[in-house]
Every structure is written in structure tokens, then in C-alpha cells.
């Protein structure tokens, strides 16, 4: 049983950045793969990037390779999304989850969700 709860949403202009982090309690982020997926009102929840248990496989969905970064710290527990160039079309909510398994963008590999972070993008 892991708590997963993300936060570093907000307001940004676009061309802007956001640094997200989702930060795992009730147990080891070890030996999860960590995915952020986003949901804007009306749509379909889609993937945006994952990260394998041992860090070493990234992945990313098309619209925002190039900009965003995943990456974790084992140390402090956390999974990261740096997102930058940042567009309007990325306004959405924000989840992360955690799988025991394959690493993949497939959402119901995922086992564990927080709750939401919002990011906006407007000018």
C-alpha cells in the first residue's frame, strides 16, 4: 500500500515551466514504475511519461517529447515531470501512479493514483 500525492501545479504563461513532483508514503517507491498521466474537463484521461522502477527506461508520449523530463530520487521518494515550453493545450489535471510490473503508458498497468495536481496554461 503506497499514498501518492503530487503537487508544483499552477498558472504559466505559455513558454513557461512547472517542475511536478509526486511524493510516495505508506512505503517504498523502490520497486514501482511511476507513470504521469493528465486529464482535461471533457476529455479522456491520456498518458504523458513513465518512468521503469530503476529509472533506467523513459518513456513519453509524442506531444511532449522534447519538453517534458521525467526523473526520480530514490533518496527523498519523489517522482518528477519537468515540463517546459509548456502550451496551452497542456492544461489539464495532473496524476501520477505507481505499477508493480511492466513500465508502460498503458494506465491500467498502474496499481496506485494521487489525486490531482492542476496546471493552466494561458496567457
Known amino acids: 500500500q503506497v499514498q501518492l500525492v503530487e503537487s508544483g501545479g499552477g498558472l504559466v504563461q505559455p513558454g513557461g515551466s512547472l517542475r511536478l513532483s509526486c511524493a510516495a508514503s505508506?512505503?517504498?517507491?523502490?520497486?514501482?514504475?511511476t507513470g504521469w498521466f493528465r486529464q482535461a474537463p471533457g476529455k479522456e484521461r491520456e498518458a504523458v511519461s513513465c518512468?521503469?522502477?530503476?529509472?533506467?527506461?523513459?518513456y513519453y508520449t509524442d506531444s511532449v517529447k522534447g519538453r517534458f523530463t521525467i526523473s526520480r530520487d530514490y533518496a527523498k521518494n519523489t517522482v518528477y515531470l519537468e515540463m517546459n515550453y509548456l502550451k496551452p493545450e497542456d492544461t489539464a489535471v495532473y496524476y501520477c501512479?505507481?505499477?508493480?510490473?511492466?513500465?508502460?503508458?498503458?494506465?491500467?498497468?498502474?496499481?496506485?493514483w494521487g489525486q490531482g495536481t492542476q496546471v493552466t496554461v494561458s496567457s
Open positions: 501512479a505507481a505499477a508493480l510490473g511492466v513500465v508502460g503508458l498503458y494506465d491500467g498497468l498502474y496499481d496506485y
Open positions: 505508506g512505503g517504498t517507491l523502490n520497486d514501482y514504475a
Open positions: 518512468i521503469s522502477s530503476g529509472g533506467d527506461r523513459r
